[in-house]
């Protein structure tokens, strides 16, 4: 009798429909182990997963995707800490060499190009199990927070971070490429990296990786979306780049200095890190700097085109005070945005309309008041970071795509969150509380 694997196109169809009677049976005997109902593999060899058994009921009967593990009032809940407490820890005593990441940390904590950055730092690092690598971590500046040694970002080792190297001087802040450069410099010399792993990204990441090739010597690689091992590399690394303005990919063998796109790797997600603090033991050369940073430029947020805004507070059908609107948009330090149809009635202007057929945003906080969540306004905030709804109605599309949703009049959302913002505004100006709000 023949051993090849005969397609059944009917349980692939059960599979498929998470309605039938009969899709958990199905998956169970497809997936083959415990998390039957969540993956298994597809006719093709490619891995299917079912997003629908992902996450936990909220109390208003919605499905809810818990991304940064913390709940209400920034407590753990009882899945996550269970979570934590199940991953395996991984201690590196003497590794047999170092991938060094220098993330970017915006805002002080660790973005998910960060993260998919040191999963990719982890693939390189525990490729041989016999001699396992170290991944690195090189901060600038301060990331801690107003309490003395408490840190706003608390899951370096979740993250995948076995050593940690803290540069906190004051000439770091800021736009200081020189200075940056100069340690980075003298951390190869004294740990020898095998690999030196920067975020391609406009915030800094790209522009320093860029120089620190340069001061290296190295032939950077750049656009880096996908790695592969290859012993006919030099370095056992073959990695495929974005070229040709994103049209073209690009095989080379990885170098020493590569800057990588996002959704390169996984993010690591089964193993805890020490994250061991370490030092250098040289002293870093003192900078002479021919360039001065006067700091950050007040700029409007009404003048900020969406392409390149942060925050965005998006206005729909449903928001009935327009003026209330503007002035907690004012009050937030928001850059405003709409949906079509508030384009369309003549509330916003043409310039303001997020979407497909207005303008795709990249903001790491999007606010959407009132907005329903058509197809074409989803397509166009697909790359923000975090979104924000406020709607009335719990069954909207934009409910289930935030990461958090308010299920209130927006009025009186917008409205109390000003009230909110001032008194901690106001309190902050007496001295009574650094609390930002």
Same mark, same amino acid.
Request: with cysteine.
């Given at each position: ?23 958990d049976r ?200 996908? *790695? ?9 690394w ?15 063998p ?5 800057? *990588?796109?996002a ?90 309309? *997020? ?12 606010v959407?008041v ?25 069954g ?11 299920i ?23 001295g ?6």
């Amino acid at each position: 009798m023949t051993e090849i694997p005969r397609r059944d196109p009917r349980r692939e169809w059960i599979a498929r429909n998470r309605l039938h009677p009969d899709h958990d049976r199905v998956l169970a005997e497809l997936g083959q182990g415990s998390a039957a109902a969540i993956e298994w593999m597809g006719p093709h060899g490619v891995m299917r997963k079912n997003p629908h058994a992902a996450g936990f009921i909220g109390p208003n009967g919605l499905r809810r995707i818990d991304r940064s593990g913390l709940q209400q009032g920034g407590a753990p809940s009882a899945a996550a800490r269970g979570r934590q407490e199940s991953r395996r820890r991984v201690e590196i005593a003497s590794p047999a060499f170092l991938i060094a990441v220098v993330p970017e940390m915006s805002g002080g904590r660790l973005s998910h190009h960060d993260r998919d950055l040191l999963g990719l730092a982890r693939q390189l690092a525990d490729a041989d199990p016999e001699r396992p690598g170290a991944v690195l971590a090189v901060f600038f500046g301060s990331y801690k927070g107003e309490g003395e040694g408490e840190p706003k970002e608390r899951a370096l080792g979740e993250a995948g971070i076995d050593r940690l190297l803290h540069l906190t001087s004051d000439e770091y802040d800021g736009f200081a490429p020189q200075a940056r450069i100069a340690a980075l410099a003298a951390a190869e010399r004294e740990l020898s990296p095998r690999h030196w792993l920067l975020p391609d990204s406009p915030l800094g990441g790209a522009d320093l990786g860029r120089r620190l090739a340069v001061r290296l010597d190295e032939r950077a690689a750049t656009g880096v979306w996908q *790695v592969e091992a290859d012993e006919t590399c030099m370095l056992g690394w073959r990695c495929t780049a974005r070229g040709a303005a994103g049209s073209l990919d690009i095989q080379r063998p990885l170098p020493r200095v590569a800057l *990588v796109l996002a959704e390169c790797a996984e993010p690591v997600s089964e193993t805890l890190h020490a994250a061991e603090e370490l030092a250098l033991n040289i002293e870093l050369p003192a900078n002479l700097a021919r360039i001065e940073d006067l700091g950050q430029v007040a700029v409007d947020p009404g003048s900020v085109s969406l392409g390149e805004a942060e925050f965005i507070l998006s206005a729909g059908n449903g928001v009935s005070d327009w003026d209330g609107f503007h002035h907690a948009a004012r009050c937030l330090r928001a850059t405003e945005g709409a949906s079509r149809v508030a384009v369309d009635n003549g509330f916003m202007p043409r310039d303001r309309q *997020v979407g497909a057929t207005g303008t795709w945003v990249t903001a790491r906080v999007y606010v959407a008041v009132g907005i329903s969540g058509a197809i074409q306004h989803l397509q166009g905030i697909q790359s923000c970071e975090k979104v924000v709804a406020i709607n009335s109605d719990p069954g909207c599309d934009m409910v289930k795509r935030a990461d958090l949703a308010v299920i209130a009049d927006a009025s009186e959302v917008l409205a109390a969150l000003v009230d909110l913002v001032e008194s901690r505004r106001s309190q902050a100006n007496r001295g009574e509380s650094r609390d930002a709000a």
